[in-house]
């Protein structure tokens, strides 16, 4: 494929996508195509390499019907998703300088030796601390995991439009009661994990009600010469 026929490729599926209310039930995502979406969550990038993610693919209808009071905006797309996912980004004592995982990541997945991992600790000591001041709020360096997680979200989410998948990314939950169901349910571990924002996936019902809107490129787009 040249590079033109590939930005079409690519500018059709930014077109295609958009926020899907309601999936058809009776369509199912393959093994195969939902494989690849995750797959691009996977290699997803990450602030240093630390990948603080989590994709809990929730397929089970009574957790989800146990999640549909608490979230307003995935009244549609929680009963009828193909595949709903819920991104879980680490916590705080996770994501912190000196926490065991951070220690496991460089060791274990990155294979850095001990005395590079020591200095790369001090590295990101200093960023958290000092550049980014993340302990400055309580939810500073889950922010930032955050950040990281809707990286992958974004991902996943083209990677779906560009075969044709429709999804709706979901923020329009109660945080603290869509963690417990989950607690309760022995699917989230708290000391380690809190809920990103979720993502359903499926095939489009209905042709959206409106036509895309956003403002110009004049409008977001500053140049400086
Ligand atoms: C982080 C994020 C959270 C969102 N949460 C919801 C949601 O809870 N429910 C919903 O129906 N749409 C949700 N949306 C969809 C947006 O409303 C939608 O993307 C936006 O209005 C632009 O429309 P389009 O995606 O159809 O182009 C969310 C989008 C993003 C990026």
Redesign the pocket.
């Given at each position: 494929m040249n590079k033109e026929n590939t930005k079409e490729e690519v500018l059709k599926a930014f077109n295609f996508?958009?926020?899907c209310?309601e999936f058809d039930p009776e369509k199912k995502i393959s093994k195969e195509d939902f494989d690849f979406i995750l797959e691009t969550g996977r290699l997803s990038p990450s602030s240093l390499g630390l990948e603080p993610w989590r994709f809990v693919v929730l397929q089970n209808k009574e957790l989800r019907e146990k999640l549909k009071p608490i979230s307003w905006?995935?009244q549609g797309q929680l009963p009828t998703a193909s595949h709903y996912v819920i991104l879980l980004a680490r916590n705080k004592e996770e994501m912190t300088y000196n926490s065991e995982y951070i220690d496991k990541m460089m060791k274990v997945t990155h294979k850095i030796p001990q005395d590079i991992a020591e200095l790369r600790r001090n590295r990101i000591e200093d960023y958290q601390k000092n550049d980014a001041k993340m302990f400055d709020t309580d939810r500073g360096v889950f922010d930032w995991a955050c950040k990281q997680v809707y990286i992958a979200m974004g991902n996943m989410m083209t990677s779906a439009a560009m075969i044709g998948i429709d999804l709706?990314?979901?923020?329009?939950y109660n945080r603290d009661e869509a963690e417990k169901i989950l607690e309760d349910a022995g699917i989230l571990d708290k000391s380690k994990f809190g809920i990103a924002?979720m993502v359903a996936f499926g095939y489009r019902l209905n042709e959206?009600k409106r036509a895309?809107t956003r403002q110009s490129i004049e409008e977001i787009i500053q140049w400086v010469n």
């Open positions: 996508r958009c926020a209310k905006g995935a709706c990314p979901i923020e329009g924002c959206p895309k």
